[in-house]
């Protein structure tokens, strides 16, 4: 049963694992992530920032961080890595 | 080379002087982020801290192909040896959440995987526990070269990333995982490269379950006589002639050299990791302090 959920929970959040997208937080504010469906990587609401995944290898850089435009910011239509999997 | 390298020590102290303003990059760059940023070691050299990331970069983008055969050939097969005595020390069980920072090409974490294989199938007779299942190594490396290169060998090693690997780019200084969340953390030749090392300990510390284990394996310091002065020749002749030869690129190799001479001494270091919260510190020097072995316990 469990290998069966880890399954189907496999490819949430775009790619990344599941047993990842569990213990991942934005490198600056410590705050959960979210998915971003649309652009295909991780948000950060807490500093307003976004970080790419490039190859399936989320980029969790300071640095790398890209500064959220207004649309991007908390829409409710995401899905988020943490809540799909409760 | 010698000589180089005495010419590259007494540079660096002009230097240090007079904080860095001699280097081009300071004068030409933003001014801004130079009154900000503060002088630390690239090797023997001055850099301004913003900048040492970058170098250290470059370092590893241009040696992450040849890095494995190169750690092989510098340290004569040994650092195979250092890594298993590292993971030996970690005692990885099953079912445990494990940190390798600065591991990119994936040789400690594959070490971490093997052992919780070895010992899960000696308990369990060959089936696949929910212990096991529960096991991950996660894998935090800057650069994305030595990631490539790590990912890739997991595939060659038929590892599937969906069991107990994962690979994420990030800064040890500022790692993305969460407070309180991983059993043991490993950093394998890699926080010499960092620019605050407190901040990386730090971190370390955080990221930790109490109860967990914090090891280091780095390069450190030779303390016995003649041995210190065969050493020596061999780090600053040896090594950059060996890495122009096979890795094509003299200056990393003389980067890192000069890298492991900047590193604090073993007592030093080790009072570092007591500051950042660290309980139970040791560390126990391999063939005559080439290398240390540091570690300690979050409580």
Redesign the interface.
């Known amino acids: 049963m ?2 069966t959920t ?1 399954l189907l929970l ?1 490819h949430v959040g775009g790619g990344i ?1 599941q ?2 997208a569990d ?6 504010s ?1 705050k959960p ?1 979210r998915y971003c469906d649309a652009s295909g990587s991780l948000v950060s609401d807490a500093v307003g920032m976004s970080f790419p995944i ?9 640095k ?1 961080g890209k500064l959220l435009e207004d649309h991007q910011r908390e829409s409710g239509h995401e899905t988020s890595p943490r809540d799909s999997s409760d | 080379m010698a000589l180089r390298a005495a010419a590259a020590r007494l540079s660096s102290s002009s230097l240090r002087r007079r904080h860095g303003h001699l280097l081009p990059a300071a004068a030409t760059a933003s001014h801004a982020a130079f009154l900000h940023s503060h002088a630390t070691s690239f090797g023997f050299k001055q850099v301004r801290e913003d900048e040492k990331s970058k170098l250290v970069g470059n370092v590893f983008s241009s040696v992450a192909s040849s890095y494995d055969v190169m750690n092989d050939l510098m340290s004569a097969g040994l650092h195979r040896l250092w890594k298993d005595r590292l993971i030996s020390k970690l005692n990885p069980f099953p079912g445990m959440k494990h940190l390798d920072v600065a591991g990119g090409t994936g040789d400690v974490a594959f070490r971490v995987v093997e052992r919780i294989k070895s010992v899960s199938h000696r308990a369990t007779q060959g089936t696949l526990t929910d212990m096991e299942e529960d096991t991950h190594i996660y894998v935090c490396d800057i650069n994305p070269n030595m990631l490539d290169v790590g990912k890739k060998r997991a595939t060659e090693k038929g590892y599937n990333e969906e069991q107990c690997l994962s690979w994420v780019q990030g800064d040890a200084e500022a790692l993305s995982f969460e407070d309180g969340s991983m059993d043991g953390y490993t950093i394998a030749f890699g926080i010499r490269n960092v620019t605050h090392i407190e901040k990386a300990l730090s971190e370390a510390y955080r990221v930790l379950k109490k109860g967990g284990r914090f090891l280091c394996l780095e390069l450190s310091h030779v303390d016995v006589p003649v041995f210190k002065d065969i050493y020596d020749i061999y780090s600053f002749s040896v090594i950059p002639a060996v890495g122009e030869l096979v890795a094509g690129d003299r200056q990393s190799y003389q980067y890192l050299v000069e890298s492991i001479r900047r590193f604090p001494k073993q007592e030093k270091f080790a009072q570092m990791i007591q500051e950042a919260g660290f309980e139970a510190v040791e560390y126990e020097n391999l063939v005559g302090g080439v290398v240390a072995i540091h570690s300690g316990v979050k409580l």
């Open positions: 469990r290998r880890a496999r694992p047993a990842l213990m991942l937080v934005c490198p600056l410590k992530l490039v190859d399936g290898i989320p980029c969790l850089l300071p790398d």
